[in-house]
């Protein structure tokens, strides 16, 4: 079946703007996950969903960060006045349950100039 | 084969050899351990995981051994192929801290023909 996908695959945008990363989980899957990852390192989680709610939104870095999910499938992350900083690649996982394992899309590469 | 720590980033092994990748997790209430490769302008993707409940667990040519004592978490590949280049990341969960992993920095594996 279709893996986790996400959109754009890469956004170049400037500083100040703001900006909207999609993710589609596999089908089923009620629990979703956004990571961050920087050149060269391992993905650091960002927030975690649970059916609709925000079971875990520790790791966003400030509140210029913010994730829905709705309806429980779709999730956007949505970052607020970009800084260069935040160009990296935003990974978005998925899993059947809290505990189960979890599917990585391809990720967006979000270069802020 | 060869092993190294994750303080050497790169292992490189002659194809057909076999690969031993060692990672040195954290946190002792840890209780799932997962390896993801991760090949250039791509998701991770899941190779095999294990509960703390086991000390080794296998799969198509890959095993995974964990020493909860140490610490200490591998993965070995078998008759190591050229496809098997990649970035290979160790990754805990910690099931009571809603289901969030830590990646460890990731390993580069290089294959020579």
């Known amino acids: 079946g279709a893996g986790v996908s996400q959109t754009p695959s890469n956004k170049v945008t400037e500083k100040g703007k703001y900006v909207e990363l999609r993710c589609d989980p596999i089908s089923g899957h009620t629990a979703l996950y956004w990571y961050r990852q920087s050149l060269g390192q391992g993905p650091e989680f960002l927030i975690y969903?649970?059916?609709?709610?925000?079971?875990?939104d520790s790791g966003l870095p400030n509140d210029r960060f913010f994730a829905v999910r709705p309806e429980g499938s779709v999730s956007t992350l949505k970052i607020q006045r970009t800084e260069r900083g935040d160009s990296a690649v935003y990974l978005c996982a998925s899993s059947v349950g809290a505990d189960g394992t979890q599917y990585f899309g391809p990720g967006t590469r979000l270069t802020v100039l | 084969g060869e092993s190294v720590g994750l303080h050497l980033p790169t292992l490189s092994v002659q194809e057909g050899d076999n690969s031993i990748i060692n990672c040195a997790y954290s946190?002792?209430?840890?209780?799932?351990f997962i390896w993801y490769k991760q090949e250039s302008g791509k998701g991770p993707q899941f190779i095999i995981d294990i509960r703390s409940n086991m000390d080794k667990r296998q799969g198509q040519r890959v095993t995974v051994l964990l020493n909860k004592t140490v610490k200490h978490l591998s993965l070995q590949i078998a008759a190591t192929q050229p496809g098997d280049s990649a970035v290979y990341f160790c990754?805990?969960?910690?099931?009571?801290?809603?289901?969030?992993?830590?990646f460890g920095k990731g390993i580069t594996l290089s294959v020579r023909p």
């Open positions: 946190n002792s209430a840890s209780d799932y």
């Open positions: 990754a805990e969960n910690n099931a009571g801290a809603n289901s969030k992993l830590t």
């Open positions: 969903f649970q059916g609709t709610g925000a079971a875990d």
